[in-house]
């Protein structure tokens, strides 16, 4: 079973715009992370926001946390046509070792 | 500093077969994870590996099993492989004694059950 749904299912705008993606969760969580993956190659870890954290920050990503409406964001600022790619977010919850990932949202930036 | 690591990369099987995928964690990493990706969805949790034990299992049959070694490498093997077992396999390692389980993740083995 998937723990975390994203929204949108995709997500397609012009290079400059920026790109927000939302995950949400159904369990209390401990942290949750956001990866990016390029076209069936492997995940790349973006950020990890910890429980107690709201908001983070890593260069043009910011990563929300609203753990009252167990929800999550992603925001892309200022996009690229190299940001094309699926976006996860994957949540730890309880005495749980394995983070559990959504559907994932699929962003494509046109040049 | 090396990061995941797998072996192949790609693999094309007949139904029946029995297939072996190989991982090796990032440097300093003692625990490795394994994930089915099925086209157009989400990693699905097969299984994790610490000190040589499996520690934790997600819902996948017998048929997927799996190995640790002394020097924290991994291996994957699934048997009687079905056209359903087609799929991504992702590689993930991560330190057992880190607080926030931050798992880093290989290429990932695309294998093709024919």
């Known amino acids: 079973s998937q723990q975390g749904e994203e929204d949108p299912q995709a997500l397609s705008i012009q290079e400059g715009e920026n790109a927000t993606m939302n995950c949400s969760y159904k369990t209390s969580i401990n942290n949750l992370q956001w990866y990016r993956q390029n076209s069936g190659r492997g995940l790349v870890h973006l950020i990890l926001?910890?429980?107690?954290?709201r908001e983070k920050h890593s260069g043009r990503l910011r990563v929300t946390l609203d753990t009252s409406k167990k929800s999550s964001s992603l925001l892309i600022t200022a996009s690229r046509a190299a940001d094309t790619a699926s976006y996860f977010c994957?949540?730890?919850?309880?005495?749980?070792?394995?983070?559990?990932f959504g559907r994932g949202t699929s962003l494509i930036v046109h040049p | 500093d090396a990061g995941v690591t797998q072996s192949p990369t790609h693999l094309i099987k007949t139904r029946g077969q029995q297939v072996t995928l190989r991982c090796s964690p990032k440097?300093?990493?003692?625990?490795v994870s394994w994930y089915q990706q099925a086209l157009g969805q989400g990693p699905q949790f097969i299984f994790q590996?610490?000190?040589?034990?499996?520690?934790q299992r997600g819902n996948f049959p017998d048929r997927f099993s799996g190995h640790q070694f002394p020097n924290y490498s991994s291996e994957l093997n699934v048997n009687a492989l079905l056209l359903g077992d087609s799929a991504l396999y992702l590689c993930a390692s991560s330190l057992a004694s880190e607080r926030w389980n931050e798992q880093f993740f290989g290429p990932g083995t695309r294998l093709t059950v024919l």
């Open positions: 994957a949540s730890r919850s309880g005495g749980s070792y394995i983070p559990t």
């Open positions: 926001i910890r429980s107690n954290e």
């Open positions: 440097s300093g990493h003692d625990t």
């Open positions: 590996y610490y000190e040589e034990e499996e520690r």
